[in-house]
């Protein structure tokens, strides 16, 4: 299954450093499952999904938006990447998943992190014996800014399929303007 992941890019980024697709940050902080012992890839199912995600706080959309001011010369891209079709996915839209978790519907779409690193460390952490140990591979759950975007962190690494450099054309922040009425 295809899925999109926006960061910020650096041409010159070799594998493992910032800037390149693959770079896996430690610790991270403040992503809504992040948990210090283990790295997290928040990724969407649609292309404009990463796009309102990664900018949906921002009242108006503007070229500036795309730069990275911590890595000097990086700009936001969207990557594609590729997460296998069988992946073991807790889908917390499923309302049976929220039943069997004890979670409710707000615990999952709240900003506050000590509520969802709290489920997303518990998710993690269930077991079982027949497949690696591990029940999960990935948690999905729906977006924050448009409820229709399917948001998914897994804790394995997709496989990088390719990127494109964001600007204010590209279609994905075009649509992802028109879905959260943000001027361009």
């Known amino acids: 299954m295809l899925v999109y992941r926006v960061f910020p890019y ?17 610790p991270q902080r403040g992503g809504r499952i992040d948990h210090p012992e283990y790295y997290v890839w928040y990724l969407a199912r649609h292309p404009e999904g990463a796009c309102g995600e990664s900018f949906g706080n921002i009242g108006r959309w503007s070229d ?30 499923d309302p049976r998943q929220l039943d069997r978790l ?16 709290a489920w997303g460390h518990r998710i993690w952490a ?16 729906w ?9 998914l962190a897994s804790w394995e690494r997709p496989e990088f399929i390719g990127l494109e450099i964001l600007t204010l054309e590209h279609p994905a ?8 009425y943000r001027p361009l």
Request: proline letters at 11%.
């Open 10 to 26: 650096l041409d010159a980024a070799a594998p493992g450093e910032p800037g390149h697709p693959l770079y896996e940050h430690h």
């Open 64 to 93: 500036p938006m795309f730069e990275f001011p911590a890595m000097p010369g990086a700009r936001r891209a969207i990557g594609t990447y590729e997460v296998p079709d069988d992946l073991r996915i807790c889908d917390l839209d």
């Open 102 to 117: 004890g979670l409710r519907p707000t615990q999952v779409v709240t900003r506050n992190l000590g509520v969802t690193s």
């Open 126 to 141: 269930e077991t079982s014996p027949p497949v690696d140990g591990k029940l999960w591979q990935a948690v999905q759950w």
């Open 143 to 151: 977006s924050f800014h448009k409820p229709t975007w399917t948001i």
């Open 173 to 180: 922040i075009r649509a992802a303007a028109k879905a959260l």
